[in-house]
């Protein structure tokens, strides 16, 4: 057990939320859009497919930019700039008439919604100490109930048959209102001082680049974490089908099941990460996601697969925030250097993790290749291990 810290939910800290809470409601908007590209535009779902591909590399980059606009801007700078260029970026998104700008312009909002949401997780963690992997997680269980609306919003305005366009005017609504209330901080209250400059020898180049060996085990657990959300995301809908007999649309909407069970997950999950161990949480959230995923391959009902995906939705809930906020501690200070490399394993992760499943999904198909995600899990259960037996 450890001590319960209970956390200042100060103005600084609700800033925090919102702008983490905007990422997600982007991040939520992209999957169920896909579709509804692909039918706007005349293309195929394979290359609407780029739109995940778009999002991996955006945040890839910004493992590159945002660090370098924390150097020039400071946190609040950086805050500020990154929620403007991504309201900005929303609206463009919403005005863009060719596919290859629809692509650009998701880049762009992943770009620098990364770099606001990694900035804003460093300004929780270095703000709450001993309280941040209960703060992180508190504030992704709040961005897990607001990303829930994303698909609503999408709903409603194909219902209406105005199309996925308005929804991104949405995005830009969210991200501009939230420009106003990041302007209410200070760079006092956000970190105006640099961990990495602190700690970084001006003499040692080499300084740079090197970060703590548990940092990189890590990193193996949050990339894991995402490969094991993002393959369910991606393709739990045709594994429903293809195990139930249901057809792919049905299975399509029951895919927000795993969401709420993210975000219900998160909520319940947050005063427990202030009194249990984050690596036996850790090692318990792959373990449940693992039965959530055995029982959707297992189930021969719709109503059973369900199941499996609320309890693989609980499962996940607790993997990234926990992980990430694990990579930062384990970062010997630099928490900024470590939320770009958080950044890019998170792209990487993404980009590969749904593609190399759908890849072995076309050769074997769908329920054997997703043999591939128990190994990613014992892949996170075993960093977890390793960096505790290191540490």
Known sequence: MTEAVRPNRDTTTMACYGLISTWAFFIYFVGPVTPLIS????????????????????????????????????????????????????????????????????GVCALFGAVLANTATAVLSDRHGPGGARVITEANAVAAWIGLFAPAVLGVMAGLS??????????????????????????????????????????????????????????????????????????????????TGADLATATVFMSVPIAGVALGRTLGAPLVARVSANRLVVGAFLLAGVGLAIIVAAPVLELSVAGLLVAGLGISLLFPLTQSLAISNSGGRSVHAVALVAVAIGVSMGAAPFALGALSSAIGIVPAFGLVPAVILSGIVSVWVRTRRA
């Open 39 to 106: 039918q706007e535009m005349g293309v195929s779902t394979t290359l609407a497919g780029l739109t995940g591909s778009a999002v991996a590399v955006g945040l890839v980059l910004s493992g590159v930019v945002g660090p370098r606009m924390v150097g020039a801007t400071g946190r609040r700078g950086a805050l500020l700039a990154s929620v403007a260029v991504m309201a900005i970026a929303a609206l463009m998104l919403s005005a863009v008439p060719g596919f290859a700008g629809i692509l650009v312009f998701i």
């Open 162 to 243: 105005w199309g996925w366009r308005p929804a991104a005017i949405v995005i830009a609504l969210v991200a501009g209102s939230m420009f106003l209330v990041a302007r209410r901080t200070s760079s006092a209250d956000v970190g105006a001082v640099h961990p990495e400059r602190v700690v970084r020898p001006a003499t040692d180049e080499s300084a740079r680049v090197r970060m703590p060996t548990a940092f990189y085990w890590c990193l193996v657990g949050v990339a894991a974490a995402v490969a094991t959300e993002f393959s369910i995301n991606f393709w739990g809908a045709l594994l429903v089908a293809q195990r």
